[in-house]
């Protein structure tokens, strides 16, 4: 019911999925209404501070980035963004020395693991909610987004692809802290290897790897030493993708995201829709008192300024 902050710092290293360069990021706890905040420092040693808020992306397809794409930036901040967000974590600065977050193993484990060594903390500062109010949605190129109202934050996700390794696979539940780190922080990013090999030659994707991706053949068939590490890993890691792109809310979404054949782009123009309706959405934030554990006191509005919750 309040806003929360990380115990302790957390450290990570690791390299840039898309860049191959190495990378070394700390998360450092916030003061309240801080909200996600990256700070970046360049070769000359000049600090750059980008919230991770939506009015700050540029939806693209291959990840999601924050900030100037041809000047102060950080990229691929999904799988960081969906563990924060999905362990409660309002206020927190992520200090890394590169344009983009180390991928780690192609998934959130590792930074669900490092949070929880911290620890999570509350604090004196009441949390804000967006609460969808009506339905919106967003189609693009035979794929479809929609939020609904739902009284709690939940995702269902589908995928369907022509291969023998996907297909058709759905993914629907309720986000908690303990079934995203259980059924979803361990899935992998994927890709087909006509399409590694293609942005190895346009000069990306040049840290990916078997050690930190989940690789398609010309045959269809996963090439992974290891296979999955659950039978439909395609639509978690779809869903955790798309945990990570809700987060840049600036609140938790008190909704239903509903997708079917979507990615990066399509989840941020899904939420820039929502949030650019203000008769779809309103700010709620938790009432002071103690919530009967039986009978759950409702969220209650509260008064939000036009441009709502980008300014949490």
Same mark, same amino acid.
């Given at each position: 019911?309040?806003?929360? !902050?990380?115990?302790?710092?957390?450290?990570?290293?690791?390299?840039g999925? %898309?860049?191959g360069?190495?990378?070394?990021?700390? =998360?450092?706890?916030?003061?309240? *209404?801080t909200g996600?905040?990256?700070?970046?420092?360049?070769?000359?040693g000049y600090?750059?501070?980008?919230?991770? =808020? !939506?009015g700050n992306?540029a939806?693209?397809?291959?990840?999601?980035?924050v900030?100037?794409?041809r000047?102060?930036?950080?990229?691929?901040?999904?799988?960081? #963004?969906?563990?924060?967000?999905? #362990?409660?974590?309002? *206020?927190v600065?992520?200090? =890394?020395d590169? %344009?983009?977050t180390?991928?780690?193993d192609g998934?959130?484990?590792?930074?669900?693991? $490092?949070i929880r060594?911290a620890?999570?903390?509350?604090?004196?500062?009441?949390?804000r909610?967006?609460?969808?109010l009506?339905?919106?949605?967003v189609?693009?190129?035979g &794929?479809?987004?929609?939020?609904?109202? %739902?009284?709690?934050?939940?995702?269902?996700?589908?995928i369907?692809?022509?291969?023998?390794?996907i297909?058709r696979?759905?993914?629907?539940?309720?986000l !908690?802290a303990?079934?995203?780190a259980r059924? =979803?922080?361990? &899935?992998?990013?994927? $890709?087909?290897m006509?399409?590694?090999?293609?942005l190895?030659a346009?000069?990306?994707?040049?840290g990916?790897?078997?050690? *930190?991706?989940?690789?398609?053949?010309d045959?269809?068939r996963?090439?992974?030493?290891?296979?999955l590490?659950?039978?439909d890993e395609?639509?978690?890691?779809k869903?955790l993708d798309?945990?990570?792109?809700?987060?840049?809310?600036?609140?938790?979404v008190?909704?239903c995201y509903r997708s079917?054949r979507?990615?990066?782009?399509?989840?941020?123009?899904a939420?820039?829709?929502?949030?650019?309706?203000?008769r779809?959405?309103?700010i709620v934030? &938790?009432?002071?008192?103690?919530?009967?554990?039986?009978r759950?006191?409702p969220l209650?509005?509260?008064a &939000?300024?036009a441009?709502?919750?980008? !300014?949490?």
């Open positions: 019911m309040f806003q929360q !902050t990380i115990g302790s710092r957390v450290y990570f290293e690791g390299i999925v %898309h860049s360069l190495p990378v070394q990021l700390t =998360l450092l706890p916030a003061e309240v *209404n996600i905040v990256f700070h970046l420092c360049d070769k000359q600090l750059h501070e980008i919230k991770a =808020l !939506t992306a939806p693209m397809d291959l990840a999601t980035v900030g100037d794409p000047g102060a930036h950080v990229a691929t901040i999904e799988h960081l #963004m969906a563990a924060l967000y999905a #362990m409660g974590v309002d *206020n600065v992520v200090q =890394l590169a %344009h983009e180390p991928i780690m998934c959130a484990a590792a930074f669900i693991k $490092g060594e620890d999570v903390v509350g604090q004196s500062a009441r949390a909610y967006v609460r969808v009506k339905p919106v949605s189609e693009m190129n &794929a479809r987004a929609e939020y609904l109202p %739902h009284n709690g934050t939940r995702f269902e996700i589908e369907d692809f022509a291969t023998p390794a297909g696979q759905v993914y629907k539940a309720d !908690t303990e079934r995203f059924d =979803l922080s361990r &899935a992998r990013t994927f $890709g087909f006509k399409d590694v090999e293609r190895w346009a000069g990306s994707a040049l990916s790897s078997l050690d *930190n991706s989940v690789v398609i053949g045959d269809g996963v090439i992974n030493p290891d296979g590490r659950y039978d395609f639509v978690r890691h869903a798309a945990v990570g792109d809700q987060a840049l809310a600036g609140a938790r008190l909704g079917y979507g990615g990066h782009k399509l989840n941020g123009l939420l820039q829709a929502l949030l650019a309706d203000r779809a959405y309103e934030e &938790a009432p002071s008192r103690r919530v009967d554990p039986v759950h006191a209650v509005a509260v &939000a300024p441009y709502g919750p980008q !300014t949490l």
